[in-house]
């Protein structure tokens, strides 16, 4: 089973999103990371079919003999239908996706409310849910039935610290019979789990491969300096990208990317997934942060 898009392209006006997207995917995780509006809402679209108007050809598994949900999708923003209980909801969707019977269509729902931490919710209104509730019945919603090919568009944004362990911990295993598409600019939701990662940025894949590959193309645009207190270390990183300030004994460190030592005594250090992203994307953060 694969999903594969061969030169997907799309444009709004005289902005081109998305350049010449190639990829095949197999079973398994994989991360879509980028800034917010280099494109990456924008390809899960297409891929779910929500956005028609593009060019390329997207491929995706022929399951219809098997009667296999395709696509499961989280989107950016999610609300649902707001007057319907989270049972009746998912209870809906699940027999638009499927002609399963009521009481396995029953049977998915119990594992996913109770999957999603939304058991004792499932008689509430989706109106009277919290940000972080309403985004966990988007997640169920995503995976139910099981589909082959599942799209998650910032699935952790307002998940607790507990949420998003048993989230990670629940894809993973996941991943080894779906193909799972997570698009995210928060790092850590991709470190350890990613079979794949691309790095999207001026409408193609400027970066792409293993989280071992990404941190080995960075290697040599790392470093470490010490400062005196923080006075110092404000009036020393006025044009240096930093990734990570914190203290030891007392000074202040710095871990800074740039592809020359910052300072004379800065010491090269092994890179994070954290640091690829700024090495990627260092102007427009510096920029962002002004």
Known sequence: ????????????????????????????????????????????????????????????PDVNEKKEVVLGFLPQSFTGYPDMTIQQFLLYLGSIKSNMSKD??????????????????????????????????????????????????????????????????????????????????????????????????????VMSGTEKDLIGECSGQVWEAEFKNELDLHNQMTDQTVSMIYDSEEKKKARIISSVPPFPEAIQVTPTLNDVYLVNFKKEERSSVR
């Open 1 to 60: 089973m694969s999903l594969q898009l061969i030169n997907v392209r799309k444009s709004y006006g005289k902005n081109q999103v998305l350049n010449g997207i190639d990829i095949k995917l197999t079973n398994g995780i994989y991360g879509f990371l980028g800034a917010n509006g280099v494109g990456k809402t924008t390809l899960f679209k297409i891929i779910s079919g929500f956005i028609t108007d593009y060019q390329g050809k997207i491929i995706l």
């Open 104 to 205: 396995k269509l029953n049977k998915d729902i119990d594992e996913k409310l109770d999957l999603f931490n939304l058991e004792e919710l499932r008689h509430k209104k989706l109106k009277e849910l919290s940000g972080g509730q309403i985004r966990r019945v988007g997640l169920a919603q995503a995976f139910q039935l099981n589909p082959k090919i599942i799209m998650l568009d910032e699935p952790t944004t307002g998940l607790d610290p507990t949420e998003r362990i048993k989230f990670k911990n629940y894809i993973t295993g996941a991943g080894h019979d779906q193909i799972i598409l997570l698009s995210t600019h928060i790092v850590s939701d991709l470190e350890s789990i990613s079979k794949e990662i691309f790095i999207l940025k001026d409408g193609h894949f």
